[in-house]
């Protein structure tokens, strides 16, 4: 399917030049894009939906979430802007796929599922498409991963209401946290924070998303 994929690829990099204004870049970092090339997306999709692998839309992927839509995969990626050797947390590994185009770019991977049905099959996922070094366990994404920060990104792929102050802890200064925040009914604001080397941290709302809901008690 490697046609297919790369065929996607032309169609991310299209949006991506279509919301420049918005993303603050018009084209993805060669890096991002050989990923996004990489990583066999149709491995992260449940058979039935197998076909539509390499459609740019999200799908669903069981226990009542989905498997992103590649621009927004390939946009997270970009502006959580980190590279080999970064440490990264995601909260909500749903079937491994974002976790995958990370790996995928040299990023040790951390990530918590709170459907223990997904958190395994998220493990075999990235243990058969060749990114077994990516931390896998089911559990409260929202309480993070606490004895392997600091890290040099954060990032979402639920939507929340509030920010994680927990989460905003496990970041390392000079880092950045990636968020869909809003209504969990409805749209919300795709959300870039990033902590500065005194503590400050500053925000800044890009595009329109909508995503499942963080599931959980949300306490900090």
Do not use: C
Request: cysteine-free.
């Amino acid at each position: 399917m490697t046609a297919e994929r790369h065929r996607l690829v032309d169609l991310i990099e299209n949006d991506v030049r279509a919301t420049a204004p918005a993303l603050g870049f018009d084209r993805l970092d060669p890096a991002v894009v050989e990923a996004l090339r990489e990583v066999p997306r149709h491995r992260f999709v449940p058979p039935p939906q197998r076909a539509l692998a390499y459609h740019n839309h999200p799908l669903p992927i069981g226990g009542g979430q989905t498997i992103s839509q590649p621009f927004i995969v390939a946009i997270m990626s970009q502006l959580l802007a980190v590279g080999p050797g970064d440490r990264v947390f995601e909260l909500g590994t749903g079937s491994g796929y974002q976790a995958a185009v990370l790996a995928a770019l040299g990023v040790e991977v951390y990530s918590v599922e709170i459907v223990p049905e997904l958190a395994e099959s998220a493990m075999r996922n990235l243990a058969e498409a060749g990114y077994p070094s990516v931390q896998v366990r089911a559990g409260d994404g929202w309480l993070g991963w606490p004895e392997a920060a600091p890290f040099d990104g954060i990032i979402l792929t639920a939507a929340a209401p509030t920010i994680p102050a927990r989460l905003i802890a496990q970041l390392k200064p000079g880092g950045r946290l990636l968020m869909p925040l809003g209504a969990v009914d409805g749209v919300q604001q795709l959300a870039l924070f990033e902590l500065d080397d005194t503590g400050t941290l500053t925000r800044r709302d890009l595009i329109p998303v909508r995503f499942v809901p963080v599931t959980g008690p949300l306490g900090d």
